[in-house]
């Protein structure tokens, strides 16, 4: 108890200060996380749309895999990233291992399959009531994307926070491909980590805090700017 | 210069599911100007035949033929549900939304959209939401979204069905204008009434067939099969 108490004035005493460190390693965590949010989002929400819309042979197989792949294990994944990207790997020519681009592919790969699911689910809804309408418009495959993605983007904006919540958290996955390198790569949940390691109970706590008040900075802005929760919205 | 769409002709169609014949075989010709009702009970196929004519539904035998090849034809109707399908949009975007899909830049959309919604008596409405209108609105909204492509054929089921009485007035001098301004209307409804006030001619289904039909004036003065004429007296049907 006393350790909370103390990781909590920690925290503000670190806020307050405005430490250089920890500024750093948030912008980081913040620059990789979103960056992974983002790209995941362009991958996942459109093909979330094309699975709710499209009938094909193995679809029900392929919703089933990207429901399973929403829990992938991120150590497993970062595992596999490393193995792709270390020197004699089929991709280390890219020189990406132990640089925060290394993360962002081990935290797209771990939250696309939740922002896909997500997106499926919530576009496969709004494909039910919108779907004679837009049969009825003569509407292309890409234009019925369009209108889903657009219309249903506060039920979007759900599962894009869902995989941001899943990566800001993330330590398994980066720690591997990451390396937790100081002024490099170290982000907040894998400095947490290493203060854990060393005992110094406090500084981790106070660190977890402000990784949980980013979190939910994010959220609440990104549900400011996008209007939900509003009566006359859906 | 559009080519004219009509005369439709639906040749010997049947619509089927599970195993149940839910329309025909059936044989129809929609050409020139006015109105068609399609009358009949509940479950006699009226909302059946606006959609496989309109092509929302897939035919088991026949074919719907047009003036013209069906993709050309395709962007000249346009169909009213009988819940309306409302987007998650704006009054003003709901009602741009088919001109955006045509090419349209939004500015001009939404400004046709706008005289569209006006034509409608949704003038005063732009900004709302579609969710928030009233149930005549909200049909008034999908009528505007189906007329601001100014297509050739209009088909709408049941458009007053669940509306009161003014909103069902509003909605038959809307068609009456649109009617006047040559678009093709092919509706559906329940209400002998409306049907009496609007058809120029009229198309009577039972369990799936078309048994009975014609010129408006001849077959409400003078129906031809025993259903039809219990059905316009208001008799309860087998």
């Known amino acids: 108890m006393n350790d909370i108490l103390t990781g909590m004035i920690e925290a503000v005493r670190l806020i307050l200060t405005l430490d250089p460190t920890l500024i750093e390693i948030s912008l980081r965590s913040l620059q990789v996380t979103v960056s992974a949010t983002v790209i995941a989002s362009l991958i996942g929400l459109p093909l979330g749309a094309w699975l709710a819309i499209n009938r094909f042979r193995a679809r029900r197989f392929v919703i089933a895999c990207l429901n399973a792949l929403m829990g992938l294990p991120p150590v497993v994944v970062g595992l596999v990233v490393y193995v792709l990207l270390s020197r004699s790997g089929p991709l280390g020519v890219l020189g990406l291992l132990f640089t925060t681009s290394a993360m962002i592919i081990a935290q797209v790969i771990i939250i696309t399959p939740i922002i896909a699911s997500i997106s499926h689910q919530a576009i496969r809804e709004l494909w039910a009531d919108y779907h004679d309408l837009l049969i009825s418009l003569n509407t292309t495959r890409w234009q019925r994307i369009k209108a889903l993605l657009w219309d249903g983007r506060r039920a979007l904006l759900t599962a894009s926070l869902a995989g941001f919540g899943r990566a800001i958290g993330e330590v398994g996955a980066i720690m591997i491909v990451g390396g937790n390198i100081d002024n490099a790569t170290r982000v907040l949940t894998t400095a947490i980590a290493l203060e854990t390691g060393k005992g110094n109970f406090a500084l981790a706590l106070a ?27 859906w | 210069m559009v080519a004219p769409i009509l005369p439709l002709r639906a040749e010997n169609i049947r619509v089927a599911r599970g195993g149940k014949t839910l329309l025909g075989p059936l044989s129809l010709e929609i050409g020139g100007e006015g109105v068609t009702i399609v009358l009949g009970p509940n479950g006699s196929g009226k909302t059946t035949l606006l959609r496989a004519l309109h092509g929302l539904e897939r035919l088991r035998e026949g074919a719907v033929r047009w003036a013209v090849p069906e993709p050309e034809a395709r962007s000249q109707q346009a169909f009213v549900f009988q819940a309306p399908i409302l987007m998650r949009r704006s009054v003003v975007d709901s009602i741009a939304y088919p001109l955006l899909l045509d090419g349209l830049r939004r500015g001009e959309a939404r400004d046709r959209a706008a005289d569209a919604a006006e034509a409608v008596g949704l003038g005063d409405r732009l900004a709302l939401q579609a969710m928030n209108l009233s149930g005549g ?48 209307i092919v509706m559906s409804t329940h209400n002998v009434g409306q049907a009496r006030r609007m058809a120029d001619e009229a198309v009577f289904l039972f369990d799936g067939r078309m048994i009975d039909g014609g010129k408006a004036s001849d077959f409400f003065d003078n129906p031809q099969t025993p259903e039809a004429r219990a059905h316009l007296q208001g008799d309860l049907l087998p």
């Open chain 2, 137 to 184: 609105e909200k049909q008034k909204l999908a009528i505007a979204r189906a007329l601001v492509r100014r297509p050739q054929i209009l088909f709408l089921d049941e458009p007053c069905a669940n509306l009161d009485g003014r909103a069902t007035r509003d909605i038959e001098a809307i068609l009456a204008k649109v009617r006047e301004q040559g678009t093709r």
């Open chain 1, 207 to 233: 660190l977890g805090f402000i990784l949980i008040a980013l979190a939910i900075s994010v959220n609440f802005a990104l549900h400011l700017l996008s209007k939900t929760e509003r009566s006359s919205l």
